[in-house]
């Protein structure tokens, strides 16, 4: 085994021979004899005696030492693994290489690492990591990277001023440390540190009730949304389809711009779901499974003649023929809201919207759950807000029962 030591390599193990000819003539010799057991920590007693510098042993060897440097592979500390035939592993004691962000990117595609996160995860998380992180984080090594760095990093961006001209919302905050987190995670994986410094105590908590930051509309809100949303109907029909199919299903942004006319069954009626685009990598839905979903007949009969309109397979396409993009989506439904006088969400408001009215006319968890695509029920009770009018008669129920004053 080769190892280096501040900076120097040295062999460890059994002198070669005196006849170098041999190593000259083969190299699988001499990679049998670099591989020999490694004295860990290089300060084992006899050290000073069995160690040679690379270019000692080039020279025993009677191979070049630019030749002999091809076939060095650096490994960390603990197992060596395993290498592709020929290869030398060299480990490094005393001066260890420092690891940065950028060296855990550039052993995987993303942060997220493989098929275990959104697509949209794994695309955005590079980006995050590149912009927000980089600036802060890039020049200082994964292991010097504590609670206390990560705290600073929350204070800066907290006073600091978005490219929109208004600071950093603490959930920005938030995705930024998620994106720091999974890359950590990773480092752990490769083996370049042991803990995560990014804990959930880590996380940015949002200073403001829960009604404050409510991203659904109530069913009062809703009837009036439905209402403004019937003049869109000549005015900008490609927004209005795709706002009412949303509103009505639950159905995620991905999983509406990447539906097409042959999912549409105008004899159930309903609509199939089987892919998700999130951005331009069109794949399975975010629970891996295709579900049917019934539409309404009334809304079924508004989408027979819109998808004889529309060119391509697309059923949601925009005016010029493309997917439909977020961002104006998002738009249209800040509009929608002006012009119905109510809060403004997104469309993954949609879904709370969606999952919230179904928990309002009785249906059960589990239900709803299949109704917006949820792989298990945890999920969904962050979708079924409660609303102050069905707990209504629960309250007065109690109520009744412990203020009879008869005995």
């Given at each position: 085994m080769?190892?280096?030591?501040?900076?120097?390599?040295?062999?460890?193990?059994?002198?070669?021979?005196s006849?170098?000819?041999?190593?000259g003539?083969?190299?699988?010799?001499?990679l049998?004899i670099?591989?020999?057991?490694?004295?860990?920590?290089?300060?084992?007693?006899?050290?000073?005696?069995?160690?040679?510098?690379?270019?000692?042993f080039a020279a025993?060897?009677?191979?070049?030492r630019?030749?002999?440097?091809?076939?060095?592979?650096?490994?960390?500390?603990?197992?060596?693994?395993l290498?592709?035939p020929?290869?030398?592993p060299v480990?490094?004691?005393?001066?260890?290489r420092?690891?940065?962000?950028?060296?855990?990117?550039?052993e995987?595609?993303s942060?997220?690492?493989?098929?275990?996160?959104?697509?949209?995860?794994?695309?955005t998380?590079?980006?995050?990591?590149t912009?927000?992180?980089e600036?802060?984080f890039?020049k200082?090594?994964?292991?010097?990277i504590?609670?206390?760095l990560?705290?600073?990093?929350?204070?800066?961006?907290?006073?600091?001023?978005?490219?929109?001209?208004?600071p950093?919302?603490?959930?920005?905050?938030?995705?930024?440390?998620?994106?720091?987190?999974?890359i950590?995670d990773?480092?752990?994986e490769?083996?370049?540190?042991?803990?995560?410094?990014v804990?959930?105590?880590?996380w940015?908590k949002?200073?403001?009730?829960?009604?404050?930051g409510?991203?659904?509309?109530?069913?009062d809100?809703?009837?009036?949304?439905f209402?403004a949303?019937?003049?869109?109907?000549?005015?900008?029909?490609?927004l209005?389809?795709?706002?009412?199919?949303q509103l009505?299903?639950?159905?995620r942004?991905?999983?509406?711009r990447?539906?097409?006319?042959?999912?549409l069954?105008?004899?159930?009626?309903?609509?199939?779901?089987r892919r998700?685009?999130a951005r331009?990598?069109?794949?399975?839905?975010?629970n891996?499974?295709a579900?049917?979903?019934?539409?309404?007949r009334?809304?079924?009969?508004?989408l027979r003649?819109?998808s004889?309109r529309?060119?391509?397979?697309?059923?949601f396409?925009?005016?010029?023929?493309?997917?439909l993009?977020n961002?104006?989506?998002?738009?249209a439904?800040?509009?929608?809201?002006t012009?119905?006088?109510v809060?403004?969400i997104?469309?993954?408001?949609?879904?709370?919207?969606?999952?919230?009215?179904?928990?309002?006319?009785?249906?059960?968890q589990?239900?709803?759950?299949?109704l917006?695509?949820?792989?298990?029920m945890?999920s969904?009770?962050?979708?079924t807000?409660?609303?102050?009018?069905?707990t209504?008669?629960?309250?007065?129920?109690?109520?009744?029962?412990i203020?009879r004053?008869?005995?």
């Amino acid at each position: 085994m080769i190892g280096t030591r501040s900076g120097h390599a040295k062999v460890f193990g059994p002198k070669p021979p005196s006849s170098s000819k041999i190593f000259g003539q083969d190299l699988g010799d001499l990679l049998r004899i670099a591989s020999s057991p490694v004295v860990e920590g290089g300060s084992a007693p006899g050290e000073a005696a069995t160690g040679m510098s690379l270019a000692e042993f080039a020279a025993w060897a009677g191979v070049d030492r630019r030749r002999l440097a091809r076939h060095l592979v650096e490994v960390g500390p603990g197992p060596v693994p395993l290498l592709p035939p020929g290869k030398i592993p060299v480990r490094v004691f005393g001066k260890t290489r420092r690891i940065l962000l950028r060296d855990v990117f550039g052993e995987g595609a993303s942060a997220s690492g493989g098929d275990s996160y959104a697509p949209g995860t794994q695309e955005t998380d590079p980006s995050s990591a590149t912009l927000h992180l980089e600036p802060e984080f890039g020049k200082l090594p994964l292991k010097s990277i504590d609670a206390r760095l990560i705290d600073r990093y929350k204070a800066e961006k907290l006073a600091a001023i978005s490219q929109y001209k208004r600071p950093l919302s603490p959930k920005t905050i938030k995705n930024q440390l998620g994106v720091l987190h999974r890359i950590f995670d990773k480092a752990i994986e490769y083996g370049h540190i042991e803990r995560n410094p990014v804990t959930k105590r880590s996380w940015m908590k949002t200073h403001r009730t829960a009604e404050d930051g409510r991203p659904w509309w109530r069913p009062d809100e809703e009837r009036a949304v439905f209402l403004a949303l019937e003049d869109w109907k000549a005015e900008d029909p490609h927004l209005y389809f795709a706002i009412k199919t949303q509103l009505v299903l639950g159905i995620r942004f991905s999983e509406l711009r990447a539906l097409t006319k042959d999912d549409l069954d105008l004899r159930t009626p309903g609509v199939w779901m089987r892919r998700a685009q999130a951005r331009k990598a069109i794949t399975t839905p975010k629970n891996k499974k295709a579900r049917f979903q019934v539409l309404p007949r009334a809304l079924a009969d508004e989408l027979r003649p819109w998808s004889l309109r529309t060119s391509g397979q697309l059923l949601f396409p925009t005016r010029s023929g493309i997917p439909l993009p977020n961002n104006v989506l998002n738009r249209a439904y800040s509009r929608l809201a002006t012009k119905a006088h109510v809060r403004r969400i997104t469309s993954h408001g949609a879904r709370h919207t969606s999952g919230s009215s179904y928990a309002v006319v009785g249906a059960g968890q589990k239900m709803i759950a299949t109704l917006l695509g949820h792989a298990d029920m945890q999920s969904t009770e962050r979708y079924t807000h409660t609303q102050v009018d069905s707990t209504r008669a629960i309250v007065e129920a109690r109520w009744a029962g412990i203020s009879r004053t008869d005995r």
